[in-house]
Structures are given as C-alpha cells and as structure tokens.
C-alpha cells in the first residue's frame, strides 16, 4: 500500500528505485491505531530497561501522527520538533513541555541514513539539556540508519525492516 516503485530521490540525495511513503500508512486510522499500540509496547520496554522514560519525541511533519498515536496508548506526553523555528508567535522550534534531564524516546516514520533524526536528537539534548534514550522508527530502510544512529551513541530499533517487509530493490 504505501510502496512505490518508481525513480525517486531521497531525503538523503541518494537515489532509490522504489520509496516507502509514510503518509500513505500514517494517514489512515485503523494503521496508525496499530502503528500507536506496537510503539507504546517498545516505549514501555524501554522504560523497564532504562528506569524511565519522561516524554516521546517525533519530528515534522512524518513523527507527529505517530507520536500522537503513541501518546494515546502509552499516557506519555509528546514533544514536537520543527525542522527549524517558526518565525512567528512564540518562535518556537519545540513545541510541548520538556524539562533538563528528562528522559526522551524518538519515533521516527522511515528511517534511511539516520540524518534527520539524529539532528533533531542533538538539539534536543544540547539545547534543552535532556537525554535521548533510544530512536525508534517505524521502517529501517537498512541503508545505514542504524550504523549511523548506533555510531552516534543511541540506542536505535524499529518495528519493522525492509527484509520483514520482502522488499527488493
């Protein structure tokens, strides 16, 4: 259902012949209702692991929906990052409540290298002080997201991988 086969270019400029597209799986219910439970059961594991975990964490625009649906089945609170501060307002680029030393888990949707997860990953712990305990995504590509994210000191899994997915490119 959300993949396509195709030439398409990708966040990372690399080139792929086919591309998992994330709000064809995070734009309907019943899915993302899935999606939701099966990250609230990882968040609650690492939770037992770590001795905590404070707040879940998603990016623009592919780590909202399911952040929110995480939230509603795991009672964490989210934190929203924007890919960069509005202009606007209160010139925000983290919206939601975080406090310094607070334990964060990061949902990604599809996850190739790692860059931009691991960029909202730093700020979160050099610009408000908290703790990045693992990175979660939804798909892993297997095109060195892990080995970047891993590489880079946090603890990175995923619910699913491009091999439990049969996809072959």
Do not use: C, H, W
Not at 14 to 37: C, I, M, N, P, W
Not at 68 to 97: F, H, M, W
């Amino acid at each position: 259902m959300a993949l396509l086969k195709g030439e398409f270019t990708l966040r990372s400029g690399r080139k792929s012949k086919y591309y998992l597209d994330k709000y064809l799986f995070e734009t309907q219910g019943d899915v993302l209702e899935a999606l939701g439970k099966s990250f609230a059961e990882k968040v609650a594991a690492i939770e037992s692991e770590s001795g905590g975990v404070d707040r879940i964490a998603g990016a623009e625009l592919g780590g909202i929906p399911i952040v929110t649906a995480t939230a509603i089945y795991s009672g964490k609170p989210t934190v929203l990052i924007r890919n960069q501060k509005k202009d606007y307002g209160t010139a925000k680029q983290l919206e939601g409540k975080i406090e310094a030393g607070e334990k964060i888990v990061i949902l990604e949707d599809v996850a190739t290298t790692g860059g931009q997860v691991l960029e909202a990953a730093k700020l979160l712990e050099e610009e408000f002080g908290v703790k990045v305990v693992k990175i979660i995504a939804t798909i892993d590509r297997q095109e060195g997201a892990r080995e970047n994210i891993e590489g880079a000191g946090y603890g990175f899994d995923a619910l699913f991988t491009k091999s439990d997915l049969g996809i072959d490119e």
